[in-house]
């Protein structure tokens, strides 16, 4: 990382802040919506969708409902964090931009970790092949 990513920086990451919470928030939940009925079916312990679906007597679908309101509230944080000045660096925050971004193009509808597929590894390489081989014509 860049030289401004100081102590100060790492202390302020440490103490969770707003955009850290939303950016871990939309990972966890797009995740756990996403690979739930595929994880059920391997026989894996209880997901957040379980857990809220006993705690709150809800349905399925409202715990899918439910977790991507968090999740539009989540991006809705890292815009606001964006806007307003911060103790930490840019960069930072780009990081952690970058985090959600991924997940969100991991699990938008499809659970492309687990299951990769065209639309994930054409995206991959739109971002990581094709800009390298555009910036190394430059």
Not at 5 to 31: G, H, Q, V, Y
Request: proline fraction near 2%.
């Amino acid at each position: 990382m860049e030289d401004n990513i100081t102590k100060e920086t790492l202390i302020w990451a440490f103490n969770f802040p707003k955009i850290l919470r939303a950016a871990s928030t939309i990972c966890r939940l797009m995740d756990d919506v996403v690979s739930h009925k595929f994880e059920q079916e391997r026989g894996h312990v209880s997901s957040a969708v379980e857990c809220y679906m006993k705690q709150y007597g809800a349905s399925m679908q409202a715990a899918y409902d439910d977790f991507f309101k968090q999740v539009n509230d989540a991006w809705k944080d890292i815009n606001e964090e964006f806007l307003k000045p911060t103790a930490a660096p840019t960069s930072a925050l780009v990081r952690i931009l970058n985090l959600a971004k991924i997940m969100d193009l991991y699990y938008k509808g499809e659970n492309a970790y687990t299951f990769v597929g065209d639309s994930a590894k054409t995206s991959i390489t739109a971002l990581l092949i094709d800009q390298f081989l555009f910036d190394s014509r430059i």
